[in-house]
């Protein structure tokens, strides 16, 4: 799938978000957010100024959030972001305003929503995971690098990869052992191992 139908799949099915900032000593703070549009490229959410994460974000824009959708574990779907956030002020408000009718019941009057700002987030990478399907189907889109696990030329061919691997989604081919990716989980199983070094975490 491309970029745009996973932001697209955030806003429209997911919505609410976690979002991490951090504070001024660099500890962690979470916040929930609505994600409440996207122009295909960026996602776009809004805060008040005086809130906690108004300051943070304006002291340092870096961003990672998560969300999800499914009423048990193994029919969910995730989609994880790091990215950067954008101050883009007021103009944007009516637009988000008006894909979320919903802010009219919490912002009721013009002036309740004088405090208001609207900040992009700048997709860097992201990563999509869908513990619904068998073996589980991951994806990661964006710019950014990507965790992961390849075997390398080293491969002795024993197999015990395969017989380690939560999903079983290592497979043999032409002597080597190879791993399908898309379905990963990067649980790190085959990596701890393997008796001959040949795999590698790729960062």
């Not at 919505?15 to 962690?28: R, Y």
């Not at 943070?56 to 574990?73: F, N, Q, T, V």
């Amino acid at each position: 799938m491309e970029k745009e139908y996973y932001l697209n799949y955030l806003v429209e099915e997911m919505h609410t978000t976690v979002l991490a900032t951090v504070d001024e000593e660099g500890k962690p703070v979470t916040a929930v957010i609505d994600m409440m549009y996207t122009d295909g490229d960026d996602l776009y959410f809004l805060t008040a100024k005086g809130k906690g994460l108004y300051k943070r974000l304006k002291a340092d824009g870096h961003i990672a959030l998560s969300s999800w959708k499914g009423e048990k574990s193994l029919n969910s779907k995730a989609i994880s972001i790091r990215g950067v956030a954008v101050e883009m002020g007021e103009e944007p408000l009516s637009l988000l305003f008006e894909k979320n009718q919903y802010m009219y019941e919490i912002y009721k009057t013009k002036e309740s929503r004088g405090t208001l700002t609207v900040f992009k987030i700048e997709v860097r990478e992201g990563e999509f995971f869908d513990l619904s399907a068998n073996p589980i189907f991951r994806e990661v889109f964006g710019k950014g690098k990507h965790m992961g696990y390849h075997v390398t030329e080293k491969c002795i061919g024993c197999e015990r990869c395969i017989q380690y691997c939560p999903q079983r989604i290592i497979k043999m081919k032409k002597g080597k052992a190879y791993i399908e990716e898309q379905h990963c989980l990067n649980c790190g199983s085959c990596l701890s191992i393997c008796p001959a070094n040949a795999i590698e975490r790729v960062v």
